[in-house]
């Protein structure tokens, strides 16, 4: 099969099944409360909200939000920089480690539970494609025009 069939395929199986993939990408998503609960848990350095807002791709005023939330739920706590009194430092509370970790392994379980169902060859292609898929985009290669 050539790409531009391959194209008009994963157009249709686009198309055909919107809803499905949508629960994937919801699944998948990492822009959320939890995302960046999970991501904030892996950093090993000093974290501001700039450092959400560029790894994450989000506004300003998406991230106040999500912080917000994050610390009426007592997940996090910002502390005043002791170099830049300007900046808060973002912490997770002994809470929000506890919740991070729980949803990491619930994530990792959902994952193994895909690949278990896809067998060892298939989930090794699948993880090695969407590699490669990744490296693309970061690359420059876009998805659609509307990616644009």
């Known amino acids: 099969m050539d790409i531009d069939s391959m194209a008009v395929e994963l157009s249709q199986m686009h198309i055909d099944n919107a809803k499905l993939l949508t629960q994937i990408a919801n699944a998948l998503s990492m822009s959320g409360e939890m995302g960046v609960l999970l991501w904030l848990s892996q950093q090993k350095s000093r974290t501001y909200a700039t450092d959400i807002i560029k790894h994450f791709g989000l506004t300003p005023g998406r991230v106040a939000n999500i912080l917000k939330k994050l610390e009426q739920r007592q997940l996090i706590v910002r502390h005043e920089d002791t170099v830049d009194q300007r900046k ?28 278990a169902a896809l067998g060892q060859e298939d989930a090794s292609e699948g993880l090695r494609i969407l590699k490669r898929v990744i490296t693309l985009i970061n690359n420059g290669v876009k998805l659609h025009t509307a990616d644009s």
Do not use: P, W
């Open 88 to 115: 808060f430092c973002i912490l997770l509370t002994k809470k929000g480690v506890m919740y991070a970790n729980e949803l990491y392994s619930q994530m990792n379980d959902g994952h193994a539970r895909i690949l």
